[in-house]
Nanobody
Framework: QVHLVESGGDLVQPGGSLRLSCAASGTAFSIGDMGWYRQAPGKQRELVATITEGGNTNYADSVNGRFTISRDNAKNTVFLQMNSLKPEDTAVYYC?????????????WGQGTQVTVSS
């Protein structure tokens, strides 16, 4: 079993910055792709950014140039640096991680962390 712990969500003013973290823990697994998704009230969950095991990144158009995803493979942790935040970035942010072993692979979700952008 893989357990994900997210942190970093907060209330921030427009134009501000936040850094989200998501650490994976457990035993006998490797980590593949990692990503961040978000869900605003009344809306479907949407992809924000992903990063492969080799470090290739992909961003939603709405955050490209403002957000940066990165990872620390030694600590099984993924980060999301969010700059120039806008009110429309307000949502619960979830990390999503692909974990795999010798004969299995599975995606896991974090519990979510609230990001609120408001003056």
């Amino acid at each position: 079993q893989v357990h994900l712990v997210e942190s970093g969500g907060d209330l921030v003013q427009p134009g501000g910055s936040l850094r989200l973290s998501c650490a994976a823990s457990g035993t006998a697994f490797s980590i593949g792709d990692m990503g961040w998704y978000r869900q605003a009230p009344g809306k479907q969950r949407e992809l924000v950014a992903t990063i492969t095991e080799g470090g290739n990144t992909n961003y939603a158009d709405s955050v490209n140039g403002r957000f940066t995803i990165s990872r620390d493979n030694a600590k099984n942790t993924v980060f999301l640096q969010m700059n120039s935040l806008k009110p429309e970035d307000t949502a619960v942010y979830y990390c999503n991680v692909l974990a795999y072993g010798s004969h299995w692979s599975m995606y896991f979700w974090g519990q979510g962390t609230q990001v609120t952008v408001s003056s």
